[in-house]
T-cell receptor, first 113, second 115 residues
Framework: QKEVEQDPGPLSVPEGAIVSLNCTYSNSAFQYFMWYRQYSRKGPELLMY????GNKEDGRFTAQVDKSSKYISLFIRDSQPSDSATYLC?????????????FGAGTRLAVHP | KAGVTQTPRYLIKTRGQQVTLSCSPISGHRSVSWYQQTPGQGLQFLFE???????NKGNFPGRFSGRQFSNSRSEMNVSTLELGDSALYLC??????????????FGEGSRLTVL
């Protein structure tokens, strides 16, 4: 079983829809949680970065962390075609004397006009 | 501020050859990490450097190596290339001393094809 599970999709939604992207994890030592967005043929870019359980909002994006359920989510409101990309969750844990950073497999999102 | 720059962007090699990839981090960033991205395995951590020292290494064979120079620029080398080494190699820099906390700034990658 992978430490971080993320449905690869693809997820196809109409423009204006609310998108929910999710990851589950098994290691309770994970402390920092991130969402990256990766456009085709580009490197990932950091979207959201959270430390604790709860919600963090940035414009149309909301990141949610539920440590008790080992579950994180990214919500995109009023989705736009320009949001079409692969979204990767990532999380870190301190293990064996160093920080271990693990990425999910990524969910491909397509927002159609 | 210039982003992370990786060269070359695309390259084609044959089995058995070796390849060197270069990465220039964002100015002021001293932590540089390397990742391999493939459709099947996703993003896999190769190694992390800080102030010319390798601080962390992933589960890759010894054919994969790297180094960091005093100006924070980094290179990675893959020797005796195999077909399975075909991938997008991504470099990321971080403003934090502990780069693999997760606040990473990625380059656009070097796409390696091994024939």
């Amino acid at each position: 079983q992978k430490e971080v599970e993320q449905d690869p999709g693809p997820l196809s939604v109409p423009e204006g829809a609310i998108v929910s992207l999710n990851c589950t994890y098994s290691n309770s030592a994970f402390q920092y949680f991130m969402w990256y967005r990766q456009y085709s043929r580009k490197g990932p870019e950091l979207l959201m970065y959270t430390y604790s359980s709860g919600n963090k909002e940035d414009g149309r994006f909301t990141a949610q962390v539920d440590k008790s359920s080992k579950y994180i989510s990214l919500f995109i409101r009023d989705s736009q075609p320009s949001d079409s990309a692969t979204y990767l969750c990532a999380m870190t844990a301190f293990s064996g004397g160093y920080n271990k950073l693990i990425f999910g497999a990524g969910t491909r999102l397509a927002v159609h006009p | 501020k210039a982003g992370v720059t990786q060269t070359p962007r695309y390259l084609i090699k044959t089995r058995g050859q070796q390849v060197t990839l270069s990465c220039s981090p964002i100015s002021g960033h001293r932590s540089v990490s390397w990742y391999q991205q493939t459709p099947g395995q996703g993003l896999q951590f190769l190694f992390e450097y800080f102030s010319e020292t390798q601080r962390n290494k992933g589960n890759f064979p010894g054919r994969f190596s790297g180094r960091q120079f005093s100006n924070s620029r980094s290179e990675m080398n893959v020797s005796t290339l195999e077909l399975g080494d075909s991938a997008l190699y991504l470099c990321a820099s971080s403003p934090r001393a502990r780069g693999n906390i997760g606040e990473l700034f990625f380059g656009e990658g070097s796409r390696l094809t091994v024939l």
